[in-house]
């Protein structure tokens, strides 16, 4: 993409009213918009972030068998009046509306009961499960408290898969086997050394449910860690039930306590669902059975958000290279015409390449560069060319090198 069809402008300050970090980068470097406290725009930049994470995320779930769907926000009481969650007073942040005719409506929070009613028109015997799905979405949620910029939205792209099995057994083989995809998702992204299995009690669902926590400053929860396990609790409902039960050894913590954001969890829903609104199948003796079902989320931009808090310094963004908007930031200094082969041959070899083809000084586009935050800075300019090439440059090092184009060509493709 060349920078200068792009409507964003990078930006001294960011608004006065926001607080958190996260949120000051990300508007300062043109990636997010805020509406308002907790609702924000995705600009072209930060539209290509979350469509790095959904793909790592899309790929990782597909390839356990997981099949991608999208569900309505639009959401009508008699399904939600089943599991009793369509109560104000049972579930608090709840969005309603109302039709012309006076109907009230709510933007979905969660899509359990939708889908297990979705589901109802095809899950009737014991050779349709299990079955796994999955959606890409806006959660709608009224939040009390929304100064932790993308990290809690009260719109917000969540990823939402559920899963419907036989029995509490075959649950249990698909819940380990997420453990493991969720950190295999987190290592993709970037922050699966700061990330933990974190356990916590189950709320309404079951006696425990696990998250997974990001160690960040910007995390709104406290966790006490196990680096050796690498497993951590919830300082919340840390009690020493929950350290026998999981068989973890309180004197070998090391309880460190530290603040983390929750980037995940994985629930166990049971028959809860099923069970309220007729989810059942026929086993092999055609006896009629409640499906057993659980649920798992990921924030989407709140991954991104946590990224930001963790990867940045006092210049920018420095951005991983599995969510970086681009892998390339080629930029000019008055040699377009040599730029512009390069943007061109880097581009036409599948690299991802922001082109600063701006007609603007050397110190604005390098600190726009740094704010940014691409992984490679690539400089063409009448002194690279001198020695023979283009100045390379990583965004989290210091030192840059002179290579030829060829090379860098080869180095790229
Ligand atoms: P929290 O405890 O942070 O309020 P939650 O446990 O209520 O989150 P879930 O309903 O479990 O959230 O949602 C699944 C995932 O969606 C969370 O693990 C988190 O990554 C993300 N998430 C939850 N609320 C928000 C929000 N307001 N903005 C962005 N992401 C969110
Ligand atoms: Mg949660």
Do not use: C
Not at 104 to 130: Q, R, V
Not at 367 to 394: M, Q
Request: charged share 35%.
């Amino acid at each position: 993409m060349k920078q200068s069809k792009l409507f964003t402008k990078t930006q001294k300050f960011a608004p006065k009213d926001e607080v958190s970090k996260n949120a000051q980068l990300l508007i300062r470097a043109g990636f997010v918009h805020k509406e308002m406290a907790g609702v924000y725009s995705f600009l072209p930049l930060g539209l290509r972030v979350i469509e790095k994470i959904k793909n790592i995320i899309r790929e990782e779930l597909n390839a356990i068998g997981a099949v991608e769907m999208e569900m309505t926000a639009l959401q009508k009481s008699e399904t939600w009046e089943k599991t009793g969650r369509w109560d104000d007073k049972i579930v608090d942040d709840w969005f309603k509306t109302n039709l012309k005719n006076g109907t009230e409506l709510g933007l979905a929070f969660t899509h359990e009961e939708p889908l297990t009613n979705i589901m109802k028109s095809y899950i009737s015997s014991h050779k349709d499960l299990p079955k796994y799905a999955y959606q890409f979405q806006t959660k709608f949620r009224n939040e009390l408290r929304a100064k932790s910029g993308v990290l809690r939205g009260r719109e917000f792209l969540m990823k939402d898969l559920y899963n419907f099995s036989l029995n509490k057994k075959q649950h249990e083989e698909f819940y380990e086997k997420m453990k493991e995809v969720y950190m295999r998702i987190f290592t993709r992204i970037g922050i699966g050394d700061r990330t933990f299995l974190t356990m916590s009690s189950g709320g309404s669902f079951s006696k425990y449910s696990f998250e997974f926590q990001t160690v960040t400053d910007a995390g709104e929860d406290i966790i006490v860690l196990d680096k050796e396990k690498r497993v951590s609790i919830n300082k919340s409902d840390f009690s020493e039930e929950l350290l026998k039960d999981f068989g973890i050894d309180k004197d070998k913590m090391n309880f460190k306590e530290v603040k983390a954001a929750e980037v995940g969890d994985i629930y166990t829903l049971g028959e809860k669902y099923s069970k309220a609104l007729g989810l059942t199948y026929k086993d092999e003796n055609g006896e009629e059975k409640n499906v057993y079902m659980g649920s798992y989320g990921i924030g989407v931009p709140r991954i991104m958000g946590v990224v930001t808090e963790i990867f940045n310094d006092e210049k920018g963004i420095i951005w991983p290279e599995s969510v970086a908007p681009f892998r390339v930031h080629l930029i000019s200094l008055n040699k377009n015409e040599e730029a512009e082969k390069i943007y061109n041959d880097l581009t036409g070899k599948g690299v991802e390449v922001f082109y600063d083809d701006r007609n603007a000084r050397p110190g604005e586009k390098f600190a726009d560069s740094d704010l940014i935050g691409i992984p490679y800075r690539v400089v063409v300019s009448e002194k690279s060319l001198e020695k023979g090439g283009v100045e390379v440059k990583k965004r989290d090092r210091e030192e840059s090198k002179i290579v030829k184009v060829e090379e860098l060509l080869k180095n790229f493709a």
